[in-house]
Structures are given as structure tokens and as C-alpha cells.
């Protein structure tokens, strides 16, 4: 290849530029994207937390900043798959970073509105520019390849044989590791349901906003142009946009919440409570902070929207025989634990009037019966929110169950000792995988004779379809939201 100051055959300076190889085209949301592919490959990069950085430092907004996050995000949750057809379309292992640049044209070509010339032109100038003249020939011969079947045609060749392998079949087509399918399914109770559970999994899904009672409204945040939620009475949409730059939320009078995620904090305040006084509450692992905001806004002012005749008895079936549930009417203490500093930090900088501490939950440092309410939001895989980090489902070891389930157990047994007799404890994970969720509650209910467990569906009317009870468990394909699990168990009096 010539460089700039060289003369062609013609023996003149300048006089075969049309001869000269094309020179590729600025494309600084194919380059962020692979950036961030590559990150996350390379040293374990978290995307969520590199992209936006990447997007402000390079001055990417608009449709380019829209297109880089769907390339970027797409392409980490659909590796297993486009590594397959990679697979099949070439004759040697590609190096890693040949790798990524495939794993982005795949994307493009099998799960975007991408012409096909120009998902393959432009991952070959993204290599030309980035790795070498060598390296795009081979990428531009194994996307041909790759762009001559749609996806549906692809499935069927590199996934295994639905009839004699199901679990095999939806992990390589919907892009999850095996182990997490075959724990989906069990949690659904068969595989009914899995191919729209992992379709929904897969999809970009809406920012949901909190609106925190007593210092936001819903209508404060459809002013900044949400749209108001479906089933949590404090939740609103944004469908594009910075959340940052929303007044609110830079207040903290506001933030990002999933939906699921505010209505089990919620349920934990509607369960009615003998006795008298201001109540104390405990939000024992509360970074970074979510579940206690809301909690924190509704222990000072109360559940301002308070509930409809609708939703008190348009839910679970055991709704009416529990009793509707309360709007908790204000006057609480909460107290927010954390075992780690800098998350303690977060939950400080998202609070308004509870009180923060650094506190391991398994050794308390609180009297036993010393609180009214207790929320347990366990640390757990996270497979509720794979959809949110798109490379986590890569990332998660189910080594790792054994180990999370025993902090959990301890957890929860530290949380029964520290609520009164009467009051009421939510166990909470961001997974639906039985060893985290109905094993830990169920090994509890066995030792513990002064615990009952309440039918969480009654305590979350708004929502339908949240499994046989007594426990609530949520999920993206029924509900839009993450797959949270809740349960609630109240301290014999």
C-alpha cells in the first residue's frame, strides 16, 4: 500500500488517487461499539458503566449514540449464537479481536435492520483501520457467508435438535448459557413459556423512573417527557433520553428503578402492623440504594398515591381473603446496612432523612425485635436483570449458587431474629433460580417455628400472573420488568 507521499505507475505525484484504496468512512458508533466488545472480552469491562462514558468523551449523541448502544449491547447478549454461525462460516478460530468485529457484523446482519452491503462494508473498514488489511479480507469472506441465511434459517444448522436436546436448542438460539435456560425453566415450571421469557431477555428494555412520594410526582416526570407506568403508582417510562439530565433525578428526587423493583419495597409497607407508635425499619443490604429511596420517601410522607378499589381487589385470587392491603400513612424510621462503604456511600448520597451505616448484616450490630419492618434484598446471581447488563449471562458461574445461597440463608436468619414479634420481613433476590429464591425461604419456614409466611400476591394487586403463591415472583415476558422474586414472612406474635 502506498503511503500519502508516494507517486503511482502513471510517474506522476497525486496521479493515480483513484487507484488508491478507499479510504474507510468516519464511524464513531461502529468504533464505540467495538470498543466496548472488546473491553468487555479483553479485561472484563462492565458495558454498562464504559459505554456512556465513551459516548460523552467522543461527543456521540442522537441517532449514532442510539446505534452504537444497540450494537454494543446487542452484540454482548447475542454472543453464543453469532459464535456458532461464526463457527460454521470459517475455516480457522479467529484471533480475539477478529472475533469481536465478527460478533458485531453478525449482530448487524441477523438481528438488525442493517442492509446487508452495508453491515458487511463497514465491519470490514472497522478492521481494515483497527487490525489490518489481512484481517478484513477474512472478516469480508466470512460475512458473506454469514449474510446469505437469516437467522430463523441459521438456528436449525448450528443449534442442536429441539426434539432430542430443548434446553440445548433455546440456549444456543436466544443466546444464554445452557445452565441458566435449564434454571429459567425450572423456575417457570416448564418450557412453555421459555422461548418468550428469553425473547423478552434479549430485548432492550424501557428506563423506568421512580418518582419518589413527597419529593417527585409521575406528573413531574411526564413533564420532563415520561410517560407514567403500569403498574407501580411512582413509575414512569422514559423511552429515550438521559435520565441524568432530568431535574429530578439529578435531585434525587427521582431515579432509575425497574418497576418490579418498587413494587416489592412496596408490598413490604402495605402489610398491616399491630401496635402502636412510629415503626422502625431496616433495609439491611440497601446499596446502592434503590429500594431504600423509596422506602426512605415513604417511611417519612406515606404511600401518597395510595390504593384504587381497582387495584385492591383486582389481583391475585387470595387478594380478598388476605384483606386489601394499606397505604402505609408516614411517620417511620429507616435504617439503611450495608456491608461495603462505598455502597453504603451510594445509599447516602440517594437518601434524604434515613440513617446510613456500614454494617455486615450477618453479625448485626441492632438488638434482636429491634424493628418493625425488614427488607432483605439478598445478594444473589442477578439472572433477574441479565436484559440490563448484556454480558453478565456470560460472566455468571453456577459454582457460585452454593456459596451465594449460604450468605443468604444467614441473611434472612439474621433479619428473623431482628424483627418484633408481628412484624414483617420481604426476602427479596434479582433471580428467579429456585436455589435462591423458594429453597432459602423454604429452609427457613423448617427451622423456624415463629415464622409464617404471608401470600406476597395479595400485598402487589396491581399485578396479575405472578405465579401460584405464597411467594411473587415477576418476570420480563409477563410483566415487562425484571425477574424479581418476593417473599414475605411475618414474625409469629
Known amino acids: 500500500m502506498k503511503t500519502r507521499g508516494q507517486q503511482g505507475s502513471g510517474g506522476r505525484g497525486g496521479g493515480d488517487r483513484a487507484q488508491r484504496p478507499r479510504r474507510p468512512a468516519r464511524d464513531p458508533a461502529r468504533h464505540a461499539a467495538y470498543d466496548v466488545v472488546r473491553a468487555v472480552d479483553e479485561r472484563d469491562a462492565y458495558a454498562n458503566l464504559l459505554l456512556p462514558r465513551l459516548l460523552r468523551e467522543r461527543g456521540i449523541k442522537g441517532r449514532d449514540a442510539a446505534l452504537a448502544t444497540e450494537l454494543a449491547y446487542g452484540t454482548l447478549r447475542g454472543l453464543g449464537t453469532y459464535d456458532a454461525v461464526i463457527e460454521m462460516c470459517s475455516d480457522r478460530a479467529p484471533d480475539p479481536d477478529v472475533r469481536d468485529a465478527l ?263 441492632w438488638r434482636p425485635g429491634t424493628f418493625d419492618r425488614i427488607m432483605v434484598d439478598a445478594p444473589c446471581t442477578g439472572l433477574g436483570a441479565l436484559r440490563r447488563r448484556p454480558e453478565a449471562r456470560w460472566r455468571r458461574d453456577p459454582s457460585g449458587i452454593a456459596e451465594l445461597g449460604r450468605l443468604q440463608r444467614r441473611l434472612l436468619e439474621t433479619a428473623l431474629d431482628a424483627v418484633r414479634p408481628g412484624g414483617v420481613v420481604a426476602y427479596v433476590t434479582c433471580s428467579p433460580h429456585l436455589a435462591e429464591t423458594q429453597v432459602v425461604v423454604g429452609d427457613a419456614l423448617r427451622r423456624r417455628e415463629d415464622v409464617e409466611q404471608l401470600d406476597a400476591r395479595a400485598y402487589v394487586p396491581e399485578v396479575d400472573d405472578l405465579g401460584d403463591g405464597p411467594h411473587a415472583q415477576f418476570w420480563p415476558h409477563r410483566h415487562g420488568t425484571d425477574a424479581m422474586f418476593l417473599a414475605l414472612l411475618r414474625k409469629r406474635s
Open 103 to 365: 460478533r458485531l457484523g453478525a449482530h448487524q446482519l441477523l438481528r438488525m435492520r442493517v442492509p446487508p452491503h452495508a453491515a458487511v462494508g463497514t465491519t470490514v473498514d472497522l478492521v481494515r483501520l483497527r487490525i489490518g488489511p489481512g484481517a478484513a479480507k477474512f472478516v469480508n469472506a466470512v460475512l458473506r457467508k454469514i449474510s446469505s441465511r437469516t437467522i430463523e434459517e441459521w438456528v436449525p444448522i448450528v443449534a442442536p435438535d429441539p426434539a432430542h436436546d430443548p434446553v440445548g436448542h433455546l440456549a444456543v438460539a436466544y443466546g444464554h448459557p445452557r445452565w441458566i435456560v435449564s434454571a429459567f425453566r425450572d423456575a417457570l415450571g416448564g418450557g412453555d413459556e421459555m422461548a418468550d421469557l428469553l425473547e423478552a431477555d434479549n430485548a432492550r428494555p424501557l428506563v423506568t423512573l421512580v418518582a419518589r412520594p413527597g419529593r417527585s410526582s409521575v406528573e413531574e416526570l411526564e413533564d420532563s417527557g415520561a410517560m407514567p407506568g403500569r403498574y407501580s403508582p411512582y413509575a414512569a417510562y422514559l423511552r429515550e433520553g438521559d435520565p441524568g439530565q432530568i431535574e429530578a433525578v439529578a435531585e434525587t428526587r427521582a431515579a432509575v428503578q425497574d418497576e418490579a423493583s418498587q413494587l416489592v419495597a412496596l408490598a413490604l409497607t402495605r402489610v398491616p402492623l399491630s401496635g402502636d407508635g412510629d415503626e422502625v425499619w431496616l433495609d439491611m443490604c440497601a446499596g446502592p440504594g434503590g429500594k431504600a429511596g423509596l422506602l426512605d420517601a415513604i417511611a417519612v410522607y406515606g404511600d401518597l398515591a395510595g390504593l384504587s378499589d381497582e387495584a385492591r381487589h383486582g389481583g391475585s385470587p387470595d387478594s380478598a381473603a388476605a384483606g386489601a392491603p394499606e397505604a402505609f400513612p408516614g411517620g417511620a424510621r429507616l435504617l439503611a446496612a450495608d456491608v461495603q462503604y462505598h455502597r453504603a456511600r451510594l445509599v447516602w448520597q440517594t437518601t434524604k432523612d434515613a440513617s446510613v451505616v456500614t454494617v455486615d448484616g450477618t453479625e448485626p450490630a
